[in-house]
């Protein structure tokens, strides 16, 4: 899979437009190839461009604009971010379970809990969405601090993104390498004192470890 994270990258970097949707392609083409500080750099410009040009809105992707944002480190948009997920909520698309996912997601990243409480109702509605249904299952163990009930969700959100990404639509995409709701729920999950003990190619503990601080740190200050 080496070959072709580094295929893919040369692909998006040879063609990429400065501060679209292909920089989180590149972002991610680095998280696997292990080239955290160039990664995380490139997710920096991407949720700058996706709050400059809103690309994102036209495809209905706040779950990605807030995945990138989680990805990124970049606590100075915070605040522009929080403001978009608010906004969305007027959009005739703002009642959509990956619209839930957003909230939810911002609203634990700012200490919101109750808010992002009442969104997992709407995520469990329907079990037939497999990934909908896992993110809603991880939002609730977070809360509630539950250790056990939290890794047996994430493993069910790694399988069903595995399926997608093998047989489904992020089979001939970057997007398929990495699941950004696993790596954002992993993210606040870590932060909260749980730990993430699933091994899987869908997720890089590197890279939440890379912005956790645990590593790396060194490597931002030189690049800077």
Known sequence: M????EQDLQFYSQHR????????????????LKRYPEAKRFYRLSIHGS???RFWHLAGSLNQLVDTYMLAGEPSVCSQVVQEVED???????????????????????????DAEVCVPRLLAKP????????????????????????????????????????????DTPEGFLCLPAMSLAKIALQRGLSVGTESEYLSKGYLDYLAGTMGNQSDRDEG
């Open 51 to 53: 709050l400059r040009d």
């Open 17 to 32: 437009i400065i501060g679209s949707h292909d920089d989180l392609m590149v972002a991610i083409c680095l998280t696997k």
């Open 88 to 114: 969305y909520k007027l959009d005739r698309r703002g009642n959509s379970p990956v619209a839930s996912y957003a909230y939810a997601i911002i609203y634990l990243a700012v200490g919101r809990d109750r």
């Open 128 to 171: 037939k969405w497999k990934d909908c249904f896992a993110m809603g299952k991880v939002i609730e163990a977070t809360i509630q601090r539950n250790q056990s009930a939290f890794g047996d969700a994430l493993d069910t959100l790694l399988q069903a993104h595995g399926g997608m990404a093998k047989f489904g639509g992020l089979r």
């Open 2 to 5: 080496v070959e072709r994270y």
